[in-house]
């Protein structure tokens, strides 16, 4: 016996990750609904050899079904959100909305699978932010080991983590470039994005840094330890998917770097490609599709007691969005409504 899965959101470059890694990961479901605005009514979407027309989520009813994947930003989320709840229906939200709310779970299986249990409070489950989710992976098998006292962390943040309109900006500018006449102001970024770095994603708050920034530090004290400091410089690269970190830890206790490396290859989610020559590292293009987050670069820091560096590497519309909340719906599946 399977479970009645709604998609919402699913016309967006997450929604239809979704369905690609529920049907890749064979998830079970009995019966699938997709949902988006009204003027996307009709459209139809792939779900493995399966077709699906998309549903009004104004018109939807979510009573009898056992639980919603929702992709479709915060505003939206706030409306439609609750009454999926109430209606009985657990929803795994990819948005920021409930992500710092005390009484809903922020969860990344591989982190903290424990707090599912806490979703009962309102029906809801929040996914990390992309950036947040895939260092998160890295972070928690270290600090299992050496307790890990401050995280300076840098992002390399590609353009599809701002929506499709930030895919197509790039995408018009690269363009651009080689026609007179046809250059794309900016629109949906703050500067050119092609051939350029833009040191700002989402707002800046008073303190000066940004909120992309802020998601970071909170998010990792809600999932790992709230006795973790981070600061974040957080970047968008002209990079289509797929997100890259350098992150510089400070543990209590003293980690050899060869050790680190042996923990990272045993942890789950993780895959380790380090070889000390050109290219024995992974980059954005390489991870794109793929479940894993990839570490590369691990070393010793000198300039501290008890550091290292790492490069972190991951597919930020797999691991950073879909996949982390198809493994929420397995863990929800497998420890709580057991029906698969």
């Not at 600061?231 to 209590?252: L, Q, Y």
């Not at 680190?260 to 942890?267: K, Q, V």
Request: proline share 5%.
């Amino acid at each position: 016996m399977g479970y009645k899965v709604v998609v919402a959101g699913a016309t967006g470059n997450v929604g239809r990750e979704m369905l690609n890694i529920l049907d890749e990961r064979q998830f079970p479901v009995d019966e699938i609904a997709v949902l988006a605005s009204r003027r996307s009514q009709g459209t139809e979407v792939s779900f493995g050899d399966k077709t699906l027309k998309i549903q009004d989520i104004e018109q939807f009813d979510f009573a009898g079904w056992d639980m919603t994947l929702f992709a479709i930003g915060s505003d939206a989320t706030k409306k439609y959100a609750p009454i999926a709840a109430k209606a009985g229906c657990v929803v795994i939200d990819n948005s920021s909305l409930y992500r710092y709310d005390p009484d809903i779970p922020l969860i990344v299986p591989e982190v903290n699978p424990e707090a599912i249990t806490g979703y009962s409070k309102k029906n809801i489950i929040a996914n990390p932010n992309c950036s947040t989710a895939q260092m998160v992976v890295a972070l928690k098998p270290l600090h299992e080991r050496a307790r890990i006292k401050r995280v300076v962390v840098s992002t390399y943040q590609s353009v599809s983590g701002s929506g499709k309109e930030g895919m197509d900006e790039l995408w018009d500018q690269t363009k651009g470039m080689y026609v007179p006449g046809q250059e794309v102001e900016p629109n949906k970024f703050q500067k050119q994005i092609a051939f350029n770095v833009i040191p700002q994603i989402d707002v800046f708050m008073e303190d000066g840094s940004t909120k992309e920034e802020w998601k970071m530090v909170v998010e990792t004290k809600k999932i790992v330890d709230p006795k973790i400091k981070v600061t974040a410089t957080c970047v968008r690269v002209p990079v289509f998917v797929g997100h890259a970190e350098s992150i510089n830890i400070e543990f209590e206790d003293f980690l050899d770097e060869d050790e680190a490396r042996d923990i990272l290859r045993e942890a789950p989610g993780i895959m380790v490609v380090d070889k000390r020559e050109p290219g024995g590292y992974t980059t954005p293009v390489e991870c794109v599709g793929d479940y894993a987050t990839f570490i590369s670069r691990i070393r010793q820091d000198s300039t501290i007691d008890n550091g290292l560096n790492l490069w972190c590497v991951s597919d930020n519309l797999r691991k950073g969005a879909a996949l982390n909340a198809v493994q929420i719906a397995e863990l929800l599946g497998n420890r709580v409504l057991k029906k698969g």
